[in-house]
């Protein structure tokens, strides 16, 4: 398993990013799949994830109104659309991967997946 996480940079308080995760082999490969953060002294933790076989999203509260998730079938990616971005944004974001589905509770919860991207800083600052 393959995941490789692009598209971070530094955005404008307000202004709005997308990052794309590549991931290798099928999305049926994958019983979850999905974004991560983590800023600086605190837990990875767990933005938008897709819930296999029926890509059902699950959301974290953070989440909600402002960012979306979606596949681009043609390039193989799980796309993050973060609008209205607000400092408190600033983190790594990974794009983060298991086999089997997870319960909802469990969903955005970053100790259950086992496959990582390398991260991509996201930094947003006037």
């Known amino acids: 398993v393959q995941l490789q996480a692009s598209g971070g940079g530094l955005v404008q308080p307000g202004g709005s990013l997308t990052l794309s995760c590549r991931f290798s082999g099928s999305i049926v490969d994958y019983g979850m799949i999905g974004w991560f953060r983590q800023a600086p002294g605190k837990e990875r933790e767990g933005v938008i994830v897709?819930?296999?076989?029926?890509?059902?999203?699950r959301y974290s509260n953070s989440a909600k109104g402002r960012f979306t998730i979606s596949r681009d079938r043609s390039k193989n990616t799980i796309d993050l659309q973060m609008n209205s971005l607000k400092p408190e944004d600033t983190a790594v974001y990974y794009c983060?991967?298991?086999?089997?589905?997870?319960?909802?509770?469990?969903?955005?919860?970053?100790?259950?997946?086992?496959?990582w991207g390398q991260g991509t800083q996201v930094t947003v600052s006037s």
């Open positions: 983060g991967a298991r086999r089997n589905r997870l319960v909802a509770s469990a969903a955005l919860s970053a100790a259950h997946y086992d496959f």
């Open positions: 897709y819930s296999r076989p029926d890509n059902t999203p």
